[in-house]
Structure formats: structure tokens, C-alpha cells
């Protein structure tokens, strides 16, 4: 079964400096997706980046982006220039085909002022 | 952009009652899911569905649990007769095809007492 693990419970970065959330994976597939979800209080899930395994060009979202890994299983986020709005919760998960997504355990992610 | 809609937002009932948990997904999605999240837990699958019928379930969504869509538009959760543990964040959400974005409901909040 594929399993999705993030080690850090909590990071913490200056505002404007950059900061990284790691994630590692496990599956014997080839062919997958890999997502980081932002939840702030509300609850709400919002995709933040995107990765397709079979692309080996690292995902970019404005001040997101991703270090995809494919052998190690290892694909982390890095936000660049934080800002106080991106404090929340973020989900790594996994998802091959239309199948289920498998969360990682979540990092919490403040900003300090 | 399109959204997934899930009603009511919050939800209190005592233990031993039933409850149905709604949500509208995107008109042209064939492939709907709901999770749950504990609070301050990971984010959890129960139940995949496509083509009318369940295509996969976790061990989580037991015999007190029920998905129906019963009219093309509507997707709903129903558990039968609710326990302490069941409180928890229900999120809904869709997707067209396997290779394009999942889309979320913003979440049922459901409390047993």
C-alpha cells in the first residue's frame, strides 16, 4: 500500500525568508501524482502545487515550488519569500490514476513576524 | 472556477442518530470521493465512487456507513447510526479524469454528542 510520510510536525520561518517541508513517499508504481494541499484554519483544502512522476521537471508555482525526487521518493516544498498569509497547515499526498489520495500526517507551518 | 458544494456546514447530533451529509459535485465529474479529518489529525480516505456504484472503501468505512447518488447531481454520505469517534471534518470532493485536478468541498463539520 502507498504511504505518504512528513517528519517535521512543525516549521517555523522568519517572514520573507524561505523555508522547505519535506515529504517521502512509498509506492511500487511508476506513474502518479504528487500534491501539496495548504489548509488554513477554515479548514479548506487548497492545492498548492502539483507533480506528474513521469515529468522529471521540478513543478513551480510562483513562490512554490518542489524538489522531486523521484528514486529517493522524495518530494519537498519550498516556499520562498514567506509571507504571514501562508501560515496553515500542509498536506503531501499521493494519488495514482482517479484512485484515492493518501495524506502524509501534515507540518504545521508559522510565520514569524 | 467551478465548486464543489457541501451542505450543511455544520452538523450536531447525538449519538445513535443518522445522518445524511451532502455535497453537489462539479456537473461534468464522473469520479467522487469523501474523506474525514479529525481534528488535528491527517486527512483520511473512505470511499471512492464511479459509475454509479463504490470502487474502493477503506477499512474506516464500515457497515454504518453508506454512499448514495441518488439523482445525477447529488453525492451522499450517510451514517447510520453515529458514534462519539465519528465527529470529525467530511470533505467531498470530485474530479472529471484521472489526470486533472481534484476539487474539494469546503467541508461538513460533524459533532455526536
Known amino acids: 500500500a502507498q504511504t505518504v510520510t512528513q517528519s517535521q510536525p512543525e516549521m517555523s520561518v522568519q517572514e520573507a525568508e524561505t523555508v522547505t517541508l519535506s515529504c517521502t513517499y512509498d509506492?511500487?508504481?511508476?506513474?502518479?501524482?504528487l500534491f501539496w494541499y495548504k489548509q488554513p484554519p477554515s479548514r479548506q483544502m487548497i492545492l498548492v502545487i502539483r507533480?506528474?512522476?513521469?515529468?522529471?521537471q521540478n513543478a513551480t508555482e510562483n513562490r512554490f515550488s518542489v524538489n522531486f525526487q523521484k528514486a529517493a521518493k522524495s518530494f519537498s516544498l519550498k516556499i520562498s519569500d514567506s509571507q504571514l498569509g501562508d501560515a496553515a497547515m500542509y498536506f503531501c499526498?499521493?494519488?495514482?490514476?482517479?484512485?484515492?489520495?493518501?495524506f502524509g500526517q501534515g507540518t504545521r507551518l508559522t510565520i514569524n513576524p | 472556477e467551478p465548486e464543489v458544494t457541501q451542505t450543511p456546514s455544520h452538523q450536531v447530533t447525538q449519538m445513535g442518530q443518522e445522518v445524511i451529509l451532502r455535497c453537489v459535485p462539479i456537473?461534468?465529474?464522473?469520479?467522487f470521493y469523501w474523506y474525514r479529518q479529525i481534528l488535528g489529525q491527517k486527512v483520511e480516505f473512505l470511499v471512492s465512487?464511479?459509475?454509479?456504484?463504490?470502487?474502493?472503501k477503506s477499512e474506516i468505512f464500515d457497515d454504518q456507513f453508506s454512499v448514495e447518488r441518488p439523482d445525477g447531481s447529488n453525492f451522499t454520505l450517510k451514517i447510520r447510526s453515529t458514534k462519539l469517534e465519528d465527529s470529525a471534518m467530511y470533505f467531498c470532493?470530485?474530479?472529471?479524469?484521472?489526470?486533472?485536478?481534484?476539487?474539494f468541498g469546503s467541508g461538513t463539520q460533524l459533532s455526536v454528542l
Open positions: 499526498a499521493y494519488r495514482q490514476g482517479a484512485q484515492k489520495l493518501v
Open positions: 509506492t511500487s508504481e511508476s506513474d502518479y501524482y
Open positions: 507533480q506528474e512522476a513521469y515529468k522529471q
Open positions: 456537473s461534468n465529474h464522473l469520479y
Open positions: 465512487f464511479y459509475n454509479n456504484e463504490i470502487s474502493e
Open positions: 470532493a470530485s474530479i472529471r479524469q484521472e489526470n486533472e485536478k481534484l476539487f
